[in-house]
């Protein structure tokens, strides 16, 4: 089955510093990779995602990029502040559109989560 | 909008009961999936819903734990005979449909369950 690797485990940074989380995953064909933040006792929340046909996506602070040859893909987060701080989690999911669907009801989805960085950002 | 809920928030059970865990899904999403957060650790994925039916059921740790959906809405998660290991952050998430877009998982705030 799949396997996502996620390095560091933990990672403390200066404000105003950047931070940088890498995943492996071993799936060929995991097609689209997800980055969700979760902040202590709550719900882990999507912040930027990437599928396999882009390189790198940019949303303000945040980027990620992905190279499918080597099969890692890293989130980027510059100018850190203290309310960056929580735990990170990537993941690699396959997408399958069931073709027997007539209706864009959605495709068969592999998921697979790294285990987490817990991110602290030092004021 | 409303979110994904699920109930109870906290459970509190005595080893070698049954549990069940509900899901509400954010109205209209298609996928439902259920994951598990043990303390400090990541996400493990148990298993995921396409409608009613779950075309993926690997990632249920034995044959204590069960889920089902209903009306392409509503989910239960089951386990039987619960086990001090089952302890555990209960999360479900929810997608809505279409891949063009709707791959993003909205997750609900968990059930936390303490087996004593």
């Known amino acids: 089955g799949e396997n996502v690797e996620q390095h560091p485990s933990t990672l403390s940074v200066q404000e105003g510093d950047s931070a940088v989380i890498k995943c492996t995953y071993s799936?060929?064909?995991?097609?689209?990779f997800p980055w969700y933040k979760q902040e202590l006792g709550k719900r882990p929340q999507l912040i930027i995602d990437?599928?396999?046909?882009?390189g790198e996506k940019k949303d303000q602070r945040i980027a990620v990029t992905l190279n499918k040859t080597a099969k890692h893909f890293s989130l980027h987060i510059t100018e850190t502040q203290p309310e960056d701080s929580a735990v990170y989690f990537c993941?690699?999911?396959?997408?399958?559109?069931?073709?027997?669907?007539?209706?864009?009801?959605?495709?068969?989805?592999?998921?697979?989560f790294g285990i987490g960085t817990k991110l602290q950002v030092i004021p | 909008g409303a979110g994904v809920s699920q109930s109870p928030s906290n459970k509190v059970t005595e080893k070698g009961k049954d549990v069940e865990l509900r899901c509400d899904p954010i109205?209209?999403?298609?996928?439902l999936y259920w994951y598990r957060q043990s303390l400090g650790q990541g996400l493990e994925f148990l298993i995921y819903?396409?409608?009613?039916?779950?075309?993926?059921k690997s990632g249920l740790p034995s044959d204590r734990f069960s889920a089902e959906r209903t009306g392409g809405s509503v989910s239960t998660l089951t386990i039987q005979r619960t086990q001090q290991e089952d302890s555990a952050v209960y999360l479900c998430?929810?997608?809505?449909?279409?891949?063009?877009?709707?791959?993003?998982?909205?997750f609900g705030p968990g059930t936390r369950l303490t087996v004593t």
């Open positions: 990437i599928r396999s046909n882009v």
């Open positions: 109205s209209g999403h298609t996928a």
């Open positions: 819903f396409q409608g009613n039916s779950a075309p993926d």
């Open positions: 993941a690699a999911i396959r997408l399958q559109a069931q073709l027997w669907s007539r209706s864009n009801s959605g495709g068969y989805q592999k998921v697979t």
């Open positions: 799936d060929s064909a995991s097609n689209y």
């Open positions: 998430a929810s997608s809505p449909p279409g891949l063009a877009g709707g791959v993003e998982q909205y």
